[in-house]
């Protein structure tokens, strides 16, 4: 084992340990790994903005509980991107602007979990809190436990899939994501209705229930809903002209 | 921002170490409030402390000469006070008998002092700059207690001066900290001072803190004058609000700011972020959980 400036290298695994290191230094020794590099990070504490930024196919493991924005900016356009995961809790905005890759956390998610996601996976085993999926543009975030209010609050793009129950005011200005729920609706927001589950959902369902590995979760007991198409002045007939 | 910081020791044998506690709790939310802070410590007084005297929290924005103003009230109060002094205020223990003559001679000689807080078991320190450097400089890791709540201030709506600063102490032993702004204090406050409410600052937080002080003069109990805070005060809010023997912790309805609570059997710990929270003792078994919004969450001694 050699250690330089808190880098320890256990046989193939890169050891950063948190408490020798500034954030920054973190993410810059995360940067400056090869592709299939893997990486144990130690001691985190709750730290903000852990592993962000980060384009090359790395693999992370948390071991503890992050803070705001663990995985944010992560990713390339193509999906490809470093896969992180958390043994423990996270804090808010979980893989905010997540590009591409996957985030695992094997605890709860704080609120705006995966908030502006482009792409990539968000795994959530345990609850998300309110307005998971916000603004979500791509990509797909699964909760295994209970999402809280105004999850997928104006969401654009992108799945969002709900083993647990909804909080209030589900999917409030939703454009075009699906939200499918295995539990309770404790109340639809603003323009959010039940939508009728089709073959295409159940395939895409199925797909992130492999993915994620929540396997509880069974399509044909779950409620989709979409947007009203009331509230936003976009029409699917006027696609052509956008 | 602000940081909001609540700690209630079930556990009487961590009461020496209060402080030490608290202070890595406060330093870790020294970046969501870096202009000012206040801290608020409850402790057990001797039961065979007679006649019973009061704990008054002096502080000002001006330059006070407080030994000098320590000493003048000695001359009024009965023999016996005790003084402690730091930076921006004072700490004063006085007969309850003595309190009046010491209030009017603060009215009629210190005029730019304010109490800061009164109660039975209470001191309350606030001051500008980094609460870091707070700490530090007046050596809270060695105070001892049972009950501490404080804040760190990055000032949205009203001056950063010591009496701008949290906890704001509208009533004997009660203590409220918020991470937040109101929108309607202003109509709130042209009401309380209708009924004869006097406040220390222009802070939106302070007319929260005062209202609901008023409400529970109405016989509300603190849950019920919470509800009334959270129904007629408009805006966003994590407050965190002491007694002598509760703390809770409340929401507003879209949980605009944060709020991570741990619990075990020795404490009940209430932070604006987890990280506040990473360096208690036994925190990898802690029940940890966020309050949910517009839920009133209260713990005892």
């Known amino acids: 084992m050699e250690s330089l400036n808190g880098t320890e290298t256990l046989d193939c695994t890169v050891v950063l340990d948190c408490d020798d290191l500034g954030t920054r230094a973190v993410n810059r020794a995360l940067r400056a790994l090869p592709g299939g590099s893997s990486v144990s990070m130690r001691t985190p ?16 493991t948390v071991e503890g509980n992050a803070g705001y924005f663990l995985g944010g900016l992560c990713g390339a356009k193509d999906g490809s991107g470093p896969d992180i995961e958390v043994n423990g809790f996270v804090g808010w ?103 009728d589950m089709t073959d295409d959902d159940v395939l895409v369902v199925k797909r992130m229930v492999e993915e994620s590995g929540f396997d509880h979760i069974e399509p044909e007991r779950l409620t989709k809903v979409a947007s009203g198409r009331q509230l936003y002045h976009f029409s699917t007939h006027n696609h052509g002209s956008y | 921002m602000c940081g909001v910081v609540g700690l209630l020791l079930r556990d009487p044998s961590l009461q020496p170490r209060l402080g030490e506690l608290l202070v890595p709790m406060i330093e870790a939310l020294d970046e969501r409030g870096p202009d000012s802070s206040g801290i608020a410590v409850y402790a057990d007084r001797p039961a065979t402390e007679l006649p019973p005297t009061l704990r008054l929290s002096l502080g000002a924005d001006e330059a006070v000469d407080w030994m000098a103003l320590g000493c003048s009230l000695l001359e009024v109060a009965a023999s016996g006070a005790e003084i402690h002094r730091f930076g921006a205020g004072l700490v004063l223990d006085v007969p309850e008998a003595s309190l009046a003559t010491v209030q009017e001679r603060l009215a009629a000689e210190w005029p730019q002092v304010r109490v800061l807080g009164t109660g039975w078991n209470l001191r309350v320190l606030k001051d500008t700059g980094r609460p870091t450097d707070t700490c530090a400089r007046y050596g809270i890791a060695s105070w ?109 309805a879209f949980a605009c700011k944060p709020a991570v609570v741990a619990e075990t059997s020795a404490y009940v710990a209430v932070a604006s972020e987890y990280r506040a929270l990473a360096e208690l003792p036994g925190i990898t078994d802690a029940t940890v959980f966020e309050p949910r919004p517009e839920e009133v969450y209260t713990w005892s001694r």
């Open chain 2, 144 to 252: 001892d207690g049972y009950l501490a709540v404080a804040h760190t201030r990055m000032a949205t709506e009203s001056a950063v001066t010591v009496l701008h600063s949290h906890p704001f102490v509208p009533a004997r032993d009660l203590c409220v900290v918020h991470n937040g702004s109101f929108s309607n204090y202003a109509t709130v406050r042209r009401y309380l001072l209708d009924a004869g409410v006097r406040f220390d600052s222009d802070n939106d937080s302070e007319v929260a803190a005062r209202y609901l002080a008023n409400r529970l003069q109405f016989g509300d109990d603190l849950e019920e004058a919470t509800r009334w805070v959270m129904k007629e005060m408009d805006g966003f809010f994590t407050l965190v609000i002491t007694s002598a023997d509760e703390m809770s912790v409340v929401r507003d």
């Open chain 1, 93 to 195: 905005s979980v893989g905010e602007n997540l590009m591409g890759g996957t985030i695992r956390v094997r605890g709860s998610a704080s609120q705006s979990a995966g908030a502006s996601a482009r792409g990539g996976r968000i795994f959530i085993e345990g609850d998300a809190s309110l307005r998971a999926g916000i603004s979500l543009k791509g990509g797909s975030l699964a909760i295994a436990g209970d999402a809280g209010a105004m999850t997928g609050f104006m969401a654009q793009a992108g799945t969002i899939l709900i083993g647990g129950n909804a909080g209030h005011a589900l999917g409030d200005s939703l454009y075009e994501a699906a939200i499918y729920v295995q539990g309770s609706i404790a109340s639809l927001g603003a323009d959010a209705v039940i939508d």
């Open chain 1, 45 to 60: 504490r709750g730290r903000h903005n852990l592993a962000v930024g980060l384009a090359d196919d790395i693999t992370i």
